[in-house]
């Protein structure tokens, strides 16, 4: 039997030790490599009693050694398990995988530890035991998905009764806990720990975090002394999670996330039983409904946490669905499923958990149809993904092949993930995107080549997005729950005021008057009588678009004022009528994105490239960019037509991609790439008109070489709609030049230099059109003490000899976006490697950097997490962590260089000169605050305060963001701020302290 079929889900036999029921052997790349580390275990085997039956079970049966060697070369976290304990090793393949997790279970229920430290080793020591058992059954196919998740859901369990048995008794014996039974202290401790999500099912994957909601009763709690429940149970709760999650030379236990409770930025880790049930009577909102689902007492007082859940069965299970939770369930639906960010499906780099078809597709296809049908049907009420596709098989919600397909899916993607994080034990559902690494997943998934994983893989993606599809088949018509919507007659009529008001609409009789007035025929667009029996089947969508902005009043004018520019409205109408989502995207720009909104009420053609089907796919290469705009160009007349045709083109391509942001058919991470492939495209397009214009009064330096080199967010192709262009102009002119040749010859420094101030005016000049971009010149050597245009001599010299640790750090963001030859472009590159990659003294470099953070915070230090570049631990402290480590490191390692930041944080990653989790935690930051960073700078102008901010941008802000609510947006923002100033002094250094505005 293959891999493959363990993977769907065929039978395992559950009798036999682990090596006689091996059913998948891993391919293994380099043989050689990972027979030296099994060599290891064979000589460390020989010295050892306890592992002697090893060398006799690798040199008899062939099969084992095979599978070793896959498991080895394939997964270095394994390996590393494997060989630094080979009597553990022939203990889990000479047990059954059943016998040897119910072993660990049961030594873990009874540890008991004298020292914080003994439980921290104790329970690291028998994680290690069961990944490498689990690891290795998993992989040969010993055993089901069921039993993999199941060992170490329960695991964790009895890990977390371990640490609170420990955490009460010490309690206890400072006199301040009377528990009722001194072996078992959390029995009637009235301390409740629930576990959320995949835990609570126990579906825990390989390297997964667990969720916790820690409740206690203050009632039953037997407190001793003065010592007060509140204040000891949220003590006893960071020590928990530090006995958990702290790594250690061994390890650590499962990373613990407290952020599911109610209400998190504002209450205690702990929280009392009756604020809690208070709160979700009150407060509670449907994403804690679904969350709630799968919600389990797993250690302490597990009669008080079940008493617990039975009081919320009323706010989970309701028995008559009412209407805003129907539509909270849909939005929810709507937006995933009309989410364009995910792309195709895809193999390499897709997530299995989030990406298209992937695992939380299985889980929402069962959870929402439980939170429709569990209230009147408590058999829908279940924790685990599988058995819930099975009772609503039995239910008649969903048919015999939807169960089936979906099963096979989930179990296969279950398996997938569990090998993406047995690389590394990463908590990652991200496949590789490297040829390599999708080899090792699909020879640890048992395949025999990658052609065959990406096949089976593909398929099930297709066949959970299929189901997941059907789900959306028959979304309500919204035009039958407004109510009376007639705009005919001198009067108002009162029913359709009525309908305005409950919409939404403050000033209803003033929304009425404006929708009348388009069907006066006032402007172009709603002249002809065709034009307005468009608009009137489009009322009803129309105005619940409008409304279901943050302010529907604004909204409404803003389409008004929108249609007095539009020249025609027939087909616009007809299309919005037939497009919905095109007619709610409007809406949203209307009331979401100012910004947005004042470019399509100038340039209403640029909706016009919105109906384009292209809209919706991949954003323009620079290609095509390019053709674009040399289409464009190539119709102007003169120089100056051209600078307007150059400022509409870039004006729209940023309108579209603020539309892509705004529709989701660009993710926020992607923005800044696209507004900087805008960018230099417009620039290197540009150079040659203005050289040309130049030209004609001044002549050309001919045999003169010129290029631009982008610093900053251009450079790095981290722009935002705001961004300046920092640009530096770098000039070769030949050999004995002295002059141009034309009408009014210029000397070479001043003609290059009148040459980049015309450059400076092309792109940021206000023409008829508007302007372009602000232009930065300012990091030129010297600043602007220096010449407007640079010698690439000079520029050479002085990077080698003058300039200042912080202009090496920015050179580490140049690029060549426009240069009149290849070869004048190769010799800068040259240039810029050789600068960068020479030798510098880390210490010096580390104080430099911190002294130049000091200075940025002194001049521009902030406390609000808003201001997510300045802020202590934003993204100035990523980008200097950066740039720090990569002019450290330079000479050791020249392709360690990368002017996108988060390439240079792979590309540290990889080098092993940043660690794993401070990758993972800069990573993420940096994508966060990129993702945030973009939304605010495409649809506001002026400055973010969250409590002024329309609805609309903050709901933008909590789906860039991934969190389920503002609240929760902000906390985990300044988690990840302190989070990422703490890696900066790790990494570069403490930065001197400042008073922060």
Not at 498 to 522: C, M, N, Y
Not at 594 to 607: D, F, G, K, M, N
Not at 650 to 666: H, K, N, P, V, Y
Not at 908 to 932: E, G, S, T
């Amino acid at each position: 039997m293959t891999g493959q079929a363990a993977a769907a889900g065929t039978k395992h036999s559950d009798v036999g030790s682990l090596f006689e029921r091996l059913v998948t052997v891993p391919r293994c790349k380099d043989r050689d490599h990972a027979q030296l580390f099994l060599d290891d275990v064979v000589k460390l085997a020989s010295e050892d009693r306890e592992a002697a039956g090893l060398v006799d079970l690798l040199g008899g049966k062939s099969n084992v050694s095979d599978f070793l060697l896959g498991v080895i070369g394939n997964s270095p976290y394994l390996r590393e398990l494997a060989v630094s304990d080979v009597g553990r090793l022939n203990a889990i393949l000479t047990s059954s995988p059943e016998t040897r997790i119910e072993e660990i279970l049961e030594r873990t229920k009874a540890l008991r530890a004298e020292t914080e430290a003994d439980i921290m080793r104790d329970l690291r020591l028998l994680k290690q035991d069961l990944a490498l058992t689990l690891g290795l059954a998993d992989i040969g196919g010993a055993i089901h998905l069921d039993g993999v998740t199941a060992g170490l859901s329960l695991f964790a369990d009895a890990s977390l009764d371990a640490a609170i048995r420990f955490c009460l008794t010490d309690l206890s014996n400072k006199g301040k806990f009377a528990p009722v039974d001194p072996d078992n202290p959390g029995k009637d401790s009235g301390l409740v720990v629930l576990a959320m999500g995949k835990h609570g099912a126990l579906e825990l994957n390989y390297s997964s975090d667990i969720d916790l909601i820690i409740l206690y009763d203050p009632q039953k709690a037997p407190m001793a002394g003065s010592a007060e429940a509140p204040v000891e149970f949220v003590r006893l709760t960071r020590r928990l999670v530090k006995i958990m999650q702290d790594r250690t030379a061994d390890g650590y236990v499962f990373r613990t996330d407290l952020r599911l409770r109610p209400d998190p930025g504002a209450t205690p880790l702990a929280m009392s039983v009756p604020a809690a049930l208070s709160y979700y009577e009150a407060l509670g909102q449907n994403w804690e409904r679904a969350a709630l689902i799968k919600a389990r007492p797993c250690a302490a007082d597990l009669e008080a946490g079940a008493d617990f859940l039975r009081e919320i069965v009323p706010f989970v299970w309701r028995k008559y669905l009412d209407f805003a939770a129907i539509a909270d369930v849909q939005s929810i639906k709507r937006q995933i499923h009309l989410h364009k960010g995910h792309g195709a499906i895809a193999v390499a780099g897709h997530n299995v958990k989030l990406g298209r078809g992937g695992i939380r597709e299985v889980e929402f296809f069962v959870q929402t149809q439980q939170l429709i049908a569990g209230g009147r049907n408590p058999d829908l009420r279940g924790r685990r993904t599988l058995d819930m596709l099975a009772k609503l098989t039995e239910a008649n919600w969903i048919k015999d092949d939807a169960r089936d397909e979906l099963t096979e899916a989930y179990i296969f993607l279950r398996a997938v993930e569990h090998r993406i994080q047995m690389l590394n034990d990463e908590q990652t559902q991200l496949l590789p995107k490297e040829g390599e690494g999708l080899n090792r997943i699909a020879w640890l998934m048992g395949f025999d080549t990658l052609e065959g994983f990406e096949a089976a893989f593909l398929k099930q993606l297709q066949t959970v997005q299929g189901h997941y599809a059907d789900l959306f088949e028959d979304e309500p018509a919204l035009s039958s729950e407004l109510g009376n919507l007639v705009f005919t007659g001198d009067d108002h009529d009162p029913d359709t005021l009525e309908t305005l008001s409950r919409l939404g609409f403050k000033q209803p009789a003033d929304a009425a008057s404006i929708v009348k007035s388009w069907h006066f025929g006032r402007y172009p667009a709603v002249r002809s009588t065709k034009a307005r029996e468009r608009l009137t089947e489009l009322h009803p969508v129309l105005i619940k678009a409008l409304a279901d902005t943050d302010n529907a009043d604004v909204a409404l004018r803003a389409f008004d004022n929108f249609l007095t520019k539009l020249p025609a409205g027939v087909q616009l109408f007809a299309l919005l009528r037939s497009n919905p989502q095109l007619l709610h995207l409007l809406a949203t720009v209307m009331g979401a994105a100012p910004r947005l909104a004042e470019t399509v009420s100038r340039r209403v053609h640029v909706l016009d490239s919105v109906l384009d089907p292209a809209f919706f796919g991949a954003m323009p290469s620079v290609d095509e960019f390019r053709v674009g705009l040399d289409r464009t160009l190539a119709q102007a007349r003169f120089y100056e037509e051209a600078l307007d045709r150059a400022r509409i083109f870039a004006q729209e391509q940023q309108f579209l991609i603020g539309l892509r942001l705004l529709s989701d058919t660009l993710s926020a991470d992607k923005v800044g790439f696209a507004m900087a492939r805008l960018a230099e495209v417009v620039v290197d397009r540009l150079l040659p008109r203005v050289i040309d214009h130049v030209a004609e009064t001044h002549g050309r330096i001919e045999g003169g070489e010129i290029a631009v080199l982008a610093m900053g967010k251009l450079g790095g192709r981290e722009m935002t709609a705001s961004s300046d262009l920092d640009l530096i102009l770098l000039y070769e002119p030949p050999e004995g030049a002295t002059q141009s040749d034309g009408q009014r010859p210029m000397a070479v420094s001043q003609y290059y230099t009148r040459l980049t101030q015309r450059l400076v005016t092309a792109l940021s000049a206000p023409t008829a059109e508007g302007s372009l971009y602000e232009v930065d010149f300012r990091l030129r050597p010297s600043g602007n003490a220096g010449p407007l245009a640079t010698h690439l001599n000079g520029f050479v010299a002085y990077q080698k000899s003058e300039a200042w640790t912080w202009e090496h750090m920015a050179l580490t963001r140049a690029r060549v976006i426009a240069s009149t030859s290849d070869a004048f472009k190769a010799k800068i590159n040259a240039h810029l490697s050789e600068t960068l990659a020479q030798t510098r003294e880390r210490t010096k470099l580390a104080d430099d950097v911190r002294t130049m953070r000091a200075r940025i915070e002194k001049e521009k230090g902030t406390k609000d997490i808003w201001e997510l570049k300045q802020v202590a631990g934003g993204l100035v402290d990523i980008e200097f962590i950066a740039q720090f480590l990569q002019l450290a490191h330079a000479t050791d390692d020249a392709d360690i260089f990368a002017q996108g930041t988060e390439q240079a944080l792979s590309k540290l990653r990889v080098a092993n000169v940043l660690a794993p989790d401070d990758a993972d935690l800069l990573n993420n930051a940096l994508l966060l605050y990129q993702r945030l960073t973009q939304v605010l700078r495409m649809v506001l102008s002026g400055k973010f305060v969250a409590g002024e901010a329309p609805r609309g941008v903050l709901d933008l802000l909590i789906k860039a963001g991934g969190a389920p609510d503002f609240q929760r947006l902000e906390l985990d923002l300044a988690e990840t701020q302190t989070s990422v100033r703490a890696a900066f002094e790790r990494i570069v250094g403490e930065v001197a302290v400042v008073e922060a505005k």
